[in-house]
């Protein structure tokens, strides 16, 4: 389907570069986490959201293969007419990407910030097991705390 | 002994006893922390016997502690007030292990025996949460070892146990640390 047009509605659009949603996919392409920070986006059934994370998964292994450049490392981020995806991949192959609106500034820090709350509440959690989806209470309202203070910056 | 001279750096045995005051890597100790109770996860068959695995790791560590602490300080002499060994925990040992002492030190209200030591972000918990289905378990188990290691060894015998206790205006609920010493301990510190 398409996901990405028309999910915001530009005439009721509230949120001026905020970030709307957060995925973290492992290296295997499975959506391990997702979360929507914002209220008024149309939200989808499970499976889609799995389907969304595998298939940015593969167009951005595909990016990589047609990059022109040697060594490039794939989609970083997508502009499209009303929203923007940005992503960061890990050294071992996690990705974490963002849904943000098309003004959003300064998107690769904030990514920077949720690797280290991931980092710090996933991956040193003696019970969170790599790669498997993300069922931690710290990691959540680390998450939330970092997003919120991305999002009240820029409104 | 010394291997110096090569390029080995020296064994950690070889360094002076009293030079203490060295900082290790919260990152590192965590991910420690994380191997220690997946090494033990392995070997139970319940989240009771991995919290007392946990204790009995800490229990080694509090003995040794105490030994290395009264060797450092060659001007201290063995407690023999209980008072002097609760500030000794809740100062001391709080400041060496994690840069900054206990919060608050209470005396119970109900029994004359329990005595509870509280700390707003237990380091040990900080990075950890516990899913739903381990139940009740609370990794400062390793912490509850110990400070049962360092009151045992110097004489002053007690159960401790840890608790989350929710606190008005804290986000997240307090460890605290609750110690009941044996009535042989109570009746001599009240001669």
């Known amino acids: 389907g398409h996901y990405g047009r028309g999910?915001?509605?530009?005439?009721t659009h509230t949120h001026t570069m905020?970030?709307?949603s957060l995925y973290v996919v492992n290296k295997a392409g499975g959506l391990i986490y997702h979360r929507t920070f914002v209220k008024?986006?149309?939200?989808?059934?499970?499976?889609?959201?799995?389907r969304v994370a595998s298939t940015f998964h593969g167009m951005h292994a595909i990016a990589r293969q047609l990059s022109p450049t040697k060594g490039s490392s794939g989609l970083s981020s997508v502009q499209a007419d009303t929203?923007?995806?940005?992503?960061?991949?890990?050294?071992?192959?996690t990705k974490f990407f963002v849904v943000a609106d098309l003004h959003a500034r300064d998107v690769e820090s904030l990514l920077q910030n949720v690797y280290e709350v991931f980092v710090d509440y996933a991956l040193k959690n003696p019970f969170y097991e790599a790669e498997m989806p993300?069922?931690?209470?710290?990691?959540d309202i680390n998450l939330d705390a970092t997003i919120a203070g991305y999002n009240s910056k820029v409104l | 002994m010394s291997a110096g001279g090569s390029g080995v750096p020296p064994s950690i045995l070889d360094r002076p006893i009293p030079r203490g005051k060295s900082e290790v890597s919260l990152s590192a100790f965590s991910f420690l922390m994380s191997s220690v109770i997946h090494y033990f996860q392995e070997r139970v068959d319940d989240v009771l016997e991995l919290e007392k695995s946990l204790e009995n790791l800490g229990f080694g560590i509090g003995v040794r502690f105490l030994e290395l602490c009264s060797f450092r300080d060659r001007h201290s002499k063995r407690e023999l007030k209980l008072l002097s060994m609760l500030q000794f925990v809740s100062s001391t040992l709080?400041?060496?292990?994690?840069?900054?002492?206990?919060?608050?030190?209470?005396?119970?209200?109900?029994?004359?025996?329990?005595?509870?030591?509280?700390?707003?972000?237990?380091l040990i918990n900080r990075y950890i949460s516990v899913p739903r289905d381990m139940g009740t378990i609370n990794c400062a188990a390793f912490m509850v070892g110990i400070i049962r290691g360092v009151f045992v060894s110097a004489s002053f015998p007690c159960e401790v146990s840890a608790h989350y206790v929710a606190t008005e205006g804290e986000k997240l609920p307090r460890t605290v640390y609750l110690m009941k010493f044996s009535r042989e301990v109570?009746?001599?510190d009240s001669v």
Request: glycine share 2%; proline share 0%; hydrophobic share 35%.
């Open chain 1, 134 to 139: 993300i069922r931690c209470e710290l990691f």
């Open chain 1, 40 to 50: 008024d986006v149309r939200l989808f059934d499970d499976n889609t959201y799995l």
């Open chain 1, 18 to 20: 905020a970030v709307f």
């Open chain 1, 83 to 93: 929203f923007s995806m940005h992503c960061f991949q890990t050294l071992t192959g």
């Open chain 2, 186 to 188: 109570i009746e001599c």
């Open chain 2, 94 to 122: 709080w400041r060496t292990l994690f840069g900054k002492a206990a919060d608050s030190l209470e005396k119970s209200v109900d029994h004359d025996d329990e005595y509870m030591i509280s700390e707003k972000d237990s």
């Open chain 1, 7 to 11: 999910s915001t509605n530009a005439h």
